[in-house]
């Protein structure tokens, strides 16, 4: 009965032992499942937030009134092509810009190219601009250019502010001026976002409507075509296997921006902790059960001992009485002889 009573208790000890240790564990993974979600909703946060600050930038740019007119005679542009005037406004228009790579570029309302500054060919003046984008423009609608080779002010790729210019406010369109930027490993803004890095393989990065890199804190993707991986449908937070992203909206310019890192970086400060305290737990988890089982094994072996120690005394005193009873059935002689032994 002792016996049975034993194993129960060792039974029901190891089962405690296991539950609790399953409770550990599936507390843990909740926190780290927890964990793992506030990591996605801070990192996409923050890459909304910058998304914000660019639009925030790029917004008024396109609007602005800057540039719609010629800055020394205060009228618009005539875009004659080669007017001396026109030529004069747009060179105090880049002088405002002196470590700037590109220039700006003036257009009639059938994209002939009139007159611009840091033209790496002047004879493309007289000539009509074949570069996308470039005829919604000249519907009236001001937008970035998406990064082209086509570029007139330097050989390297470019983007470009553009905006529809009319004789009046509320003229029909006869023109269009374009601020061009350089897309290159060392421009300005690669330089400005380069700084963004914080880790070994977190990259931020900028796309033009056709997935096109601008800007990227990793200058060997500039100017080339994005990898899959960023180019999903939704924005949001993703998961690519060994590769988490995350990409958000410019929309006064179509781009956006995006983020990626590897998966076991961007969770080792969450999971790491967590699965060293998961391991700990389940340690401590076996050791206590095997200690329980130690002290309830002594346990059964000291009661067995005991059973058998007492067992033996039972023997030996049966076998007393046994020999007692024996020898009282027999003749006086033999009592006597008994009890001089």
Known sequence: MSKRRDQLIAVA?????????????????????????????????????LSRVLDGAFAP?????????????????????NDPADRTGLEILQKAQPTARTGYVLTDKNGVVTNGTLLTDPNVVGKRLDRPGLDGVLAGRPGMLPVSDRSLTTPLLTIAFARPLRASTTGPVVGAV??????APDSQFTKLIVGFRRA?????????PNGVVVSSTNPATVGKKADAVLLDRTFGFHRHGKVVTATASIPSVKWRTTFRQTTDEFEGDVTGPLRSAL??????????????????LSRLRASRREQQ???DINDAREEFISIVSHELRTPATGQLGFLQT
């Open 61 to 81: 740019a396109l609007t602005s009134p800057v540039g719609l007119s010629n800055p020394v005679t205060g009228k618009p542009w005539s875009l004659v092509p």
């Open 13 to 49: 000890a190891a089962v405690l032992v296991l539950l609790l240790a399953g409770s550990v564990m599936t507390a843990v993974l909740s926190a780290e499942r927890n964990g793992r979600k506030a990591l996605e909703a801070l990192q996409l946060a923050q890459l909304q937030q």
């Open 178 to 183: 374009l601020q061009e930027s350089d897309v």
């Open 279 to 296: 391991l700990l737990l389940i340690a401590v988890g076996l050791f206590g059960s095997a200690l329980t089982l130690f002290v309830l």
């Open 200 to 208: 070994q393989t977190d990259e931020y990065s900028f796309l033009d």
């Open 309 to 311: 120690r007492l067992a």
